[in-house]
Antibody, heavy 123, light 108 residues
Framework: EVQLVESGGGLVQPGRSLRLSCAASGFTFDDYAMHWVRQGPGKGLEWVSG????????GYADSVKGRFTISRNNARNSLYLQLNSLTAEDTAFFFC????????????????WGLGTLVTVSS | SYMLTQPPSVSVAPGKTATITCGGD??????VHWYQQKPGQAPVMVIY???DRPSGIPERFSGSNSGNTATLTVSRVEAGDEADYYC???????????FGTGTKVTVL
C-alpha cells in the first residue's frame, strides 16, 4: 500500500527539541523529493521544509530556518525532521508529503500525504 | 514574500457550482496546484498544473489560471465536497512553496 506514516510528535516544553520521523512504503522512495508541511490549530497549511531525492538540495521556511533540520535515509525509506528551540508558535500537526519530482522547485506538487503527527509546545 | 489570497468561505447549494479563487501577483505565470482537506484528514490533491486532475478525482473538479487569479471550480456540488481548499505554488524568488490562505466550502 502506498502510504506515509509520521511519528515522534508529542508534548514538549518551550526551548526543547523533538525529532519527527516519516516512514514511506509502496513507492520508490529515493525517486522523489520529500517535504514537511504543518498546520497550526485552526490555521492553514504552511510549508516547513523540503529535501531533494539525494539530499543535495534542502529548503526551509523562514520561520524555521536555523532551528529545524530535515534529513532522509533512502536505505530505510524514511524522512526526518529535527525540531530545536521550540516555541508555542510551533504547535501544529506536522504532515509528511511526497513530491511529484526529484528536485525542489516549480515542477513539484504534493501528491501523497501522511495523516500527520501532533507537536504541542507548552510548559 | 509571495502571497496567495483566497476567500475565507464559499457557500453553495447541492447541485450548483462552487467557484474558489486564488489571487497572487502574476499567478498566471506559475504552476498552481489545489488541495482538498476534510476535517481531521490529511490534504488530498485535486488539481495539479492548474488544470490537470489526478486519477480518482471526479471530472466535476476543474481549474483555470490567468493573470492574477487562479480558479478551482466544483460543478454539481455534493455534500461530500464540503471541505477546506488550498491553492499552492512555488515561489522562485524565495525558493519557497507557498499555500493560499484557504477557503472553507459549505454545502447548504
Amino acid at each position: 500500500e502506498v502510504q506515509l506514516v509520521e511519528s515522534g510528535g508529542g508534548l514538549v516544553q518551550p526551548g526543547r527539541s523533538l525529532r519527527l520521523s516519516c516512514a514511506a512504503s509502496g513507492f520508490t522512495f529515493d525517486d522523489y523529493a520529500m517535504h514537511w508541511v504543518r498546520q497550526g490549530p485552526g490555521k492553514g497549511l504552511e510549508w516547513v521544509s523540503g529535501i531533494s531525492w539525494n539530499s543535495g538540495t534542502i529548503g526551509y521556511a523562514d520561520s524555521v530556518k536555523g532551528r529545524f533540520t530535515i534529513s532522509r535515509n533512502n536505505a530505510r525509506n524514511s524522512l526526518y525532521l529535527q525540531l530545536n528551540s521550540l516555541t508555542a508558535e510551533d504547535t501544529a500537526f506536522f504532515f509528511c508529503a511526497k513530491a511529484s519530482a526529484r528536485m525542489l522547485g516549480s515542477a513539484g506538487y504534493f501528491d501523497l500525504w501522511g495523516l500527520g503527527t501532533l507537536v504541542t509546545v507548552s510548559s | 514574500s509571495y502571497m496567495l489570497t483566497q476567500p475565507p468561505s464559499v457557500s453553495v447549494a447541492p447541485g450548483k457550482t462552487a467557484t474558489i479563487t486564488c489571487g497572487g501577483d502574476n499567478i498566471g505565470s506559475k504552476s498552481v496546484h489545489w488541495y482538498q482537506q476534510k476535517p481531521g484528514q490529511a490534504p488530498v490533491m485535486v488539481i495539479y498544473y492548474g488544470t490537470d486532475r489526478p486519477s480518482g478525482i471526479p471530472e466535476r473538479f476543474s481549474g483555470s489560471n490567468s493573470g492574477n487569479t487562479a480558479t478551482l471550480t466544483v460543478s454539481r456540488v455534493e455534500a461530500g465536497d464540503e471541505a477546506d481548499y488550498y491553492c499552492q505554488v512555488w515561489d522562485s524568488s524565495s525558493d519557497h512553496y507557498v499555500f493560499g490562505t484557504g477557503t472553507k466550502v459549505t454545502v447548504l
